[in-house]
């Protein structure tokens, strides 16, 4: 079945560092593939999103790439700041029909200044 | 101004019991979700509805049933409450039952005495 696989977390950084959050993913047909981003106490929010492959999806300085080739959709942020620390999850959606939405599991991000 | 709305945020109760948690979306959209989010944080989908109608039933215990009164409202009833049904449980919207990105409430913890 369809699955995605994030890197393990926590992800411990330095405010002003650079970020790599690894996600690849099996899926019949083409996805649809998302970040959505958890703080604290709060529900999931959509982060950034790519239909296609080779779309990169951006948003607050977040990028993701839609590599079809590798089937990988890893996030990167070129300077953290202590406001991103939280729960990333990568996601996709539409293999096989409806809009259900697979996560990964999960990476917990804790930037310190 | 909330777009998606669930009640109660927490909800605390004995094995045994019988509970619902209520979600509302003001966005107008066609297609509400109910998620439930593990202890480790991990996230999958249990039904969804599109227009009223069931359209994505995961397997779930037959305890657990979904009501639509109209499309801005899916409600989750839960009888017999277990130990193992501790959890955030989470509404979401998208705009239809295709690709689009869905949209989140705060969540319902629930806890299980």
């Known amino acids: 079945g369809d699955s995605v696989t994030q890197m393990e977390g926590p992800v411990t950084l330095s405010e002003e560092a650079f970020l790599t959050i690894n996600c690849t993913y099996t899926a019949t047909g083409y996805p649809s593939l998302f970040w959505y981003v958890q703080y604290p106490g709060e529900g999931l929010q959509l982060l950034l999103k790519?239909?296609?492959?080779?779309d990169k999806g951006s948003n607050k300085g977040f990028e993701a790439t839609y590599r079809k080739e590798t089937t990988s959709f890893h996030l990167e942020k070129g300077s953290v700041q202590v406001s991103d620390s939280a729960v990333y999850f990568c996601?996709?959606?539409?293999?096989?029909?409806?809009?259900?939405?697979?996560f990964g599991a999960g990476t917990r991000l804790a930037v310190h200044p | 101004d909330t777009a998606v709305s669930q009640t109660p945020k927490y909800l605390v109760t004995q094995m045994g019991n019988d509970k619902s948690i209520k979600c509302e979306q003001n966005?107008?959209?066609?297609?509400m979700y109910w998620y439930k989010q593990d202890s480790k944080k991990f996230l999958k989908i249990m039904f969804s509805?599109?227009?009223?109608?069931?359209?994505i039933n995961e397997t779930v215990p037959n305890r657990f049933s979904p009501k639509s009164p109209d499309k801005a409202h899916l409600n989750l009833h839960i009888n017999s409450l277990e130990l193992g049904d501790s959890a955030v449980y989470f509404c979401a919207s998208s705009q239809d039952a295709g690709y689009q990105p869905q949209h989140f409430g705060d969540g319902t913890r629930l806890s299980i005495l």
């Open positions: 966005l107008g959209h066609d297609t």
């Open positions: 790519a239909t296609k492959a080779d």
């Open positions: 996601a996709l959606s539409g293999s096989g029909g409806y809009n259900k939405l697979i």
């Open positions: 509805y599109n227009n009223k109608e069931l359209i």
